[in-house]
């Protein structure tokens, strides 16, 4: 009698334990999305919104992402990955390049004349990480990899017509590798996070900065700048990689069907989709500049010559850097430019 009351005891608290759990899978969740730049930008008004948007929808309401642009969480770009990690925001948008040498692996993309579009380079980024996921990003749950369009130099002062004209020039760059790219071209780099480099230009604390388009416009680097240089090649001088980035144990502790939300939101397509934006943004911040009167430089044809070969050796020290922390770099090289080679593809 004892034992079949306590049975019944005990089915009755795994029955009640049951409709508990599944009460709470239905509950809403809110999740906050962290990130550096302007409401006015790419990233905030046609990335990131509407990506929240579509995970609510996807959701039937039951998953809501709440943004905040411009560190309004409080910290300071370079430490968003960390702030994924610990838990201090839900998700974050951020550069891995902000904490210089800490995720080697996915610098490849980085390497001067290997980026192409950033349609093309997002979704070939992607699939690199997904081939080498047990070696970057490890701590937390990567919801997206992408890149910006290659980018433009924009001056303040004397124009860059040729690679003599970079020499002593001081320039803003947004990761080590892009450091080390400037340095063999001539220039001085200053590594910074770009929502400093308005005033880092209108001080004179740096001579020019590289970014893309888009973010000039969006900093409104173009009211700023007087010239801007374009390096055109089929391969870009220089692209960043940019991560989205979700605490692990949030991810986890959410409902199955909430995590597959998530999953089906981003990556590859979502890879695809930024890359595009990217491209598409190019223009409107090449009209921006011309309205204000500014000059557009274009090097091209064999003079684009000097500035590879300038370049080549930041590609040579990076092989040699991930083949002595046990990689194999002219592989992962390889299949980088393999795969930007494949989503190129018409």
Known sequence: MVRRLCRRVACATLLGLAVAGSAQ??????LTLHHFLPTTSITHADFLVPWAERVAAASDGRLTVE????????????????????????????????????????????????????????????????????????????????????????????????????????VRAPSRITNQTLAALGAEPVGMPVPEVPQALSRGVIDA?????????????????????????????????????????????????????????????????????????????RDAAREAGNTIVRVEGDAVGDWRAAAEVVIVDWITEMSAAGHDGVDLLDQARRLIETYSAP
């Open 25 to 30: 899978a239905d509950e809403p969740v809110s």
């Open 67 to 170: 943004i905040f642009p411009a560190m309004q969480l409080g910290g300071s770009p370079p430490g968003l990955y960390d702030q994924a990690r610990e838990g201090v925001a839900d998700i974050v948008w951020t550069l891995p390049g902000y904490t210089p040498g800490r995720f080697p692996v996915i610098e490849v993309f980085e390497l001067p004349f290997v980026a192409g579009t950033a349609a093309a380079t997002s979704q070939a980024a992607q699939a690199y990480y997904e081939a080498h996921a047990d070696k970057v990003f490890t701590e937390v749950q990567v919801l997206l990899v992408h890149v910006h369009a290659p980018g433009t130099f924009h001056i303040r002062g004397r124009a860059v017509e040729s690679l003599a004209d970079l020499a002593g020039l001081t």
């Open 209 to 285: 900065a590289l970014l893309p388009w888009e973010v000039a416009r969006a900093l409104r680097v173009h009211e700023l700048a007087d010239t801007h240089t374009e390096v055109m090649d089929s391969r870009g001088l220089y692209t960043a990689v940019f991560l989205l980035a979700m605490n692990r144990d949030r991810f986890d502790g959410l409902p199955a069907d909430l995590q597959a939300v998530l999953r089906d939101e981003s990556g590859p397509s979502l890879a695809a989709t930024a890359g595009q934006l990217w491209d598409e943004a190019e223009e409107p911040g």
